[in-house]
């Protein structure tokens, strides 16, 4: 997969990424044996040789996690207050940092990489990737409720895009809802289930695009391959477009 020169070299530490472009448009860049000056120039890091002033650009090689995150554990790389992160679970040399967020209360799939390109897509709305959680709330849950959520519900960020709602199971102390979204706000779900007046006690991603979290057991954690992420990265092709939201199934 092609990123632009100055994307690149800023992630390998060389400068801040408009430091780069300078570089670049200083004649100090060269790959595969050939000085380049165009800005937004195409480059597969793993495939080709980059230096600068004659120098070889170490590029370090994108590594893909799946982590079933306990509850307890911060979506972060590092925390002030000393809180666990989830990056503590991972044995990994390399700096990776979590992609989008499950709250501290939350538990699940969780992708963790050095991958910024990945990290964009999963996170970013207008990729529409699809998140699927499983979800237990306080209270039944009405069929008028369920329809507020799948057309969208109004929070203080806006109105929520259309979710679907694909099982639930209720009686009159609780209900279990399975729900995917192709958002990522903060605490979205929590929120839209706070706005129909029911308190979410128990919230789990289990599926992230084709990813499926499955048997895996909390705290587990598996290496993926570039393949395994392919769904998400495919969606930078210059010829794919965002689609419209997709329709609900009610």
């Known amino acids: ?11 390998c530490g060389v400068a801040s990424r408009r430091r780069c472009e300078v570089l670049i448009e200083e004649g100090r860049v060269e790959v595969n044996g050939r000085v380049v000056t165009t800005l937004g120039t195409q480059v597969e890091p793993e495939v080709d040789e ?35 992160s989830v990056v503590e679970l991972i044995r990994e040399e390399r700096r990776i940092y979590p992609v989008g967020r499950l709250d501290e209360n939350s538990e699940g799939l969780l992708l963790l990489t050095n991958d910024g390109r990945l990290t964009n897509v999963i996170s970013h709305p207008r990729y ?15 069929r008028a409720q369920v329809h507020r ?12 895009a259309p979710a679907e709602v694909k099982r639930v199971t209720s009686n009159a102390r609780s209900s ?7 958002e990522g706000r903060n605490r979205e779900l929590r929120r839209i289930f706070a706005k129909i007046e029911l308190k979410v006690s128990h919230l789990k991603r289990i599926a992230v695009g084709p990813l499926k979290l499955g048997e895996m057991p909390v705290g587990a954690y598996r290496r993926l391959q570039p393949r ?3 769904f998400a990265l495919a969606r930078l092709n210059p ?3 965002p689609q419209k939201w997709r329709p609900t199934s009610r």
């Open 1 to 11: 997969m092609s990123e632009r020169l100055h994307k690149v070299l800023a992630h």
């Open 176 to 182: 279990n809802v399975t729900i995917t979204i192709w």
């Open 228 to 230: 395994d992420v392919a």
């Open 128 to 142: 529409q990737v699809d998140k699927t959680y499983k979800l237990t709330v306080k209270g039944h849950i009405t």
């Open 239 to 241: 010829g794919w477009k």
């Open 149 to 160: 959520i799948e057309r969208g519900v109004w929070l203080s960020d806006g109105k929520t």
């Open 50 to 84: 980059i230096r600068v002033d004659g120098e070889r650009v170490a590029v370090e090689r994108r590594v893909y996690y799946l982590l079933n995150k306990p509850k307890g554990y911060l979506c972060t790389a590092k925390d002030d207050h000393g809180r666990p």
